[in-house]
């Protein structure tokens, strides 16, 4: 078995995950032993400046220029900390997986720009602090070969959750909310996965702005409130949801300037309702995405992470709309809900090292399979 370390900051902007691993094997026969797992903090300072890089009207490149490095250097003080607790030495960690931070996310071409994304974070930077090699820049390969380079997490999905006996949705609630259908017995070419539409992300900016608080911790708020029919409805019309697949999306379309313009509109409804409104929204939209590949959802389990799995009344609300199916989280099959993309990450770096494609054609859109990533060797 080898060491292995995945790092994973998300939309939310929430904190970095990093995971120290065990791992063996490749594709479905990965094996995963988790050593260790922390969400470390992001500053204020800092979260502040990269939510400014997030909007060209605030972007700078200085700022571009200096995140990409810094955002390593703290991946990297957090990497030895993690180490240091489990007194494990740089030398014996294989690689070091990093997903990076998405900056902007470009999954389709439009009249002024090419299909592209960026993610700040530099592998070298990262593998020449830690002394360990690492592979970084996942999604561009995918997007060369005309994907959308997301979502990538799909292949660790069927890795390690594909089952010959029962059919599994993994739903991954995060700022963006994703789905990957593994019907039983499903081959990797039959994999389906997309994003659904926001996850946390409206209900965080709602509740930043109305409570002065990151989160509606357990949904909480929402379970006090009413749903605010014409909110929802409007919600509803978005034409994302049922566009069919496949599909990313991301802050450009569901940050701040959206979420901002909804609540100036319905600012005088009472503050719980409007985040009980919100959070039905988002239920609604992981139900339509579900339902968009496969309208008979019975004998499915739907198995949830990310930190949306922490919100009880959010996967309350998705058992209601789809009662035919069954709702877990991946702290069923004893894998931490906030781990598990980090953890992907790892099995996408394995898979790089050896060589070997790890982007799922039928999720990505991609005309070929690829070995993701660009390596950073050190050693
Ligand atoms: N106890 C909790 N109750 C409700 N929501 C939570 C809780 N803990 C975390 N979350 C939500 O999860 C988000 C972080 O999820 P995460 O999977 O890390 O997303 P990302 O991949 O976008 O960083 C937080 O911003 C918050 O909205
Ligand atoms: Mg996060």
Same mark, same amino acid.
């Given at each position: 078995?080898k ?9 939310s902007l929430d904190?970095v995950?990093v995971v /120290?691993?065990?791992i ?11 050593i260790?797992f922390?969400?470390?903090?992001i500053n204020?300072e800092?979260k ?6 997030f909007?060209p ?22 990497v ?6 489990n ?6 960690v294989? +690689? /070091? @997986? ?6 902007y996310?470009?999954?389709? #071409?439009?009249t002024t720009?090419v299909?592209?994304t ?6 070298s ?18 997007i ?5 380079g997301?979502?990538? /997490?799909?292949?660790?999905d +069927?890795?390690?959750? #594909?089952?010959? #006996?029962?059919?599994r949705?993994?739903? %991954?609630?995060?700022?963006i ?8 017995g499903a081959?990797?070419?039959?994999? $389906?996965a +997309?994003?659904?539409g ?10 930043e ?5 990151p989160?509606?911790n357990?949904?909480l708020?929402?379970?006090s ?8 409805k409007e ?5 994302y949801?049922q566009?069919l697949?496949? #599909?990313t999306?991301?802050?450009?379309r569901?940050?701040d300037?959206?979420?901002?313009q909804?609540l100036n509109?319905y600012? %005088?409804c009472?503050k719980?309702?409007l ?5 039905? +929204? ?5 139900k ?8 008979d ?5 739907? $198995?949830?992470?990310?930190g949306?799995?922490?919100n009880l009344?959010?996967l ?6 789809m ?9 069923d ?5 906030? @781990?598990k993309?980090a953890?992907a990450f790892t099995?996408?770096?394995n898979?790089t ?5 790890s ?16 390596i950073?060797?050190?050693?």
């Amino acid at each position: 078995m080898k060491i292995a370390i995945g790092i994973m900051s998300g939309t939310s902007l929430d904190g970095v995950d990093v995971v /120290v691993v065990k791992i063996k094997g490749t594709f479905t026969d990965s094996q995963i032993e988790v050593i260790d797992f922390k969400t470390f903090p992001i500053n204020r300072e800092m979260k502040a400046r990269i939510k400014a890089q997030f909007l060209p009207a605030t972007s700078d490149i200085k700022s571009l220029t200096s995140l990409n490095f810094e955002i390593s250097q703290l991946y990297a003080k957090y990497v030895k900390t993690i180490l240091r607790a489990n007194n494990i030495e740089a030398n014996d960690v294989s +690689f /070091v @997986a990093s997903h990076g931070q998405t900056i902007y996310h470009i999954p389709v #071409k439009t009249t002024t720009e090419v299909a592209s994304t960026l993610q700040l974070g530099d592998g070298s930077v990262l593998a020449n602090i830690l002394k360990i090699n690492t592979i970084s820049n996942f999604r561009t390969a995918d997007i060369a070969l005309g994907g959308q380079g997301a979502p990538l /997490v799909p292949y660790a999905d +069927f890795c390690l959750f #594909k089952s010959d #006996k029962t059919n599994r949705i993994m739903l %991954n609630i995060g700022g963006i909310s994703n789905i990957t259908y593994l019907k039983k017995g499903a081959k990797l070419d039959d994999v $389906i996965a +997309f994003d659904t539409g926001p996850g946390n992300m409206i209900i965080n900016y709602f509740v930043e702005k109305l409570y002065q608080i990151p989160y509606d911790n357990q949904g909480l708020i929402a379970r006090s409130g009413k749903i605010v029919e014409p909110l929802l409805k409007e919600l509803l019309a978005d034409s994302y949801l049922q566009q069919l697949p496949p #599909k990313t999306t991301g802050r450009e379309r569901y940050g701040d300037f959206y979420a901002e313009q909804l609540l100036n509109k319905y600012q %005088n409804c009472p503050k719980e309702d409007l985040v009980a409104t919100v959070t039905h +929204f988002t239920a609604e939209a992981i139900k339509t995405g579900c339902k968009l590949v496969a309208s008979d959802l019975t004998d499915f389990e739907l $198995i949830a992470s990310g930190g949306g799995a922490h919100n009880l009344y959010l996967l309350e609300i998705i058992q209601k709309l789809m009662p035919e199916l069954k709702v877990l989280t991946t702290a069923d099959f004893k894998m931490d809900v906030d @781990a598990k993309e980090a953890i992907a990450f790892t099995i996408l770096g394995n898979e790089t090292l050896r060589g070997k494609p790890s982007n799922v054609k039928s999720a990505t859109g991609a005309r070929e399979p690829v070995i993701l990533g660009q390596i950073s060797f050190v050693k």
